[in-house]
Every structure is written in structure tokens, then in C-alpha cells.
């Protein structure tokens, strides 16, 4: 049975950081892709960064540079390290997990946490 689940959200004002992480409860896999999405009122859940098996990352254009995907040794816990934060990175974020490769469709993973919220100012 595999339960993401998130923490590390907050209310910070623009410029500083924070640090989002997803505790995957799950068994072992081979392949597999984790991955970071965020929902703002109103608009489409969209994927911010990925992180697979082989330890390959993807960063949407409008996170690149700013925020950074790890995962622990154990491969339990997946971090997503935001800087310089805007205003417009305000969202509920969410960790998914998908039995594959990456994709970029939310609709493609298989297990989803239950969100943390980030809020810039």
C-alpha cells in the first residue's frame, strides 16, 4: 500500500525559500518516477519537477533554476527545494508518484498525497 505524504509548507514572502517533502510509505519498485505538481485556484494542476529511478530530473521552464528534486538514500523521502520564490509560485503542491517513466500528465500517476500549500507574498 503506498501513502505520500507532504509537509514543509508555508507562508513566506518573496525571495526566500522553502523546502516541500513528500515520506512515500510504499514498497520497493525498480522503475518509477516521482513528482512534483502544483494547483492554484482556479487553474490546472500542473507539473513543477520530476525525479525517476535513474535519478533523471525535469523542471518546468517556469521553476528552472530556482527549485531543485533530491531524494534521500533510502529513496523514501522526495525533497523539493524552492528559491527565490514569486508570488506566482503560490499553490497547493502536491508529490505523485507514477509506476513508469516520467510524464509531464498529472493523469499518468498512479498514487497522490494530499497536498501542502505555499504561499508567497
Known amino acids: 500500500h503506498v501513502q505520500l505524504v507532504e509537509s514543509g509548507g508555508g507562508s513566506v514572502q518573496a525571495g526566500g525559500s522553502l523546502r516541500l517533502s513528500c515520506v512515500d510509505s510504499?514498497?520497493?519498485?525498480?522503475?518509477?518516477?516521482m513528482g512534483w505538481f502544483r494547483q492554484a485556484p482556479g487553474k490546472e494542476r500542473e507539473g513543477v519537477a520530476s525525479i525517476d529511478s535513474d535519478g533523471r530530473t525535469n523542471f518546468a521552464d517556469s521553476v528552472k533554476g530556482r527549485f531543485t528534486v533530491s531524494q534521500d538514500n533510502a529513496k523514501t523521502t522526495l525533497y523539493l527545494i524552492m528559491n527565490n520564490l514569486k508570488p506566482e509560485d503560490s499553490a497547493m503542491y502536491y508529490c505523485?508518484?507514477?509506476?513508469?517513466?516520467?510524464?509531464?500528465?498529472?493523469?499518468?500517476?498512479?498514487?497522490w498525497g494530499q497536498g501542502t500549500q505555499v504561499t508567497v507574498s
Open positions: 505523485a508518484l507514477r509506476r513508469a517513466g516520467c510524464s509531464a500528465a498529472a493523469a499518468d500517476y498512479n498514487y
Open positions: 510504499g514498497f520497493m519498485r525498480r522503475r518509477y518516477c
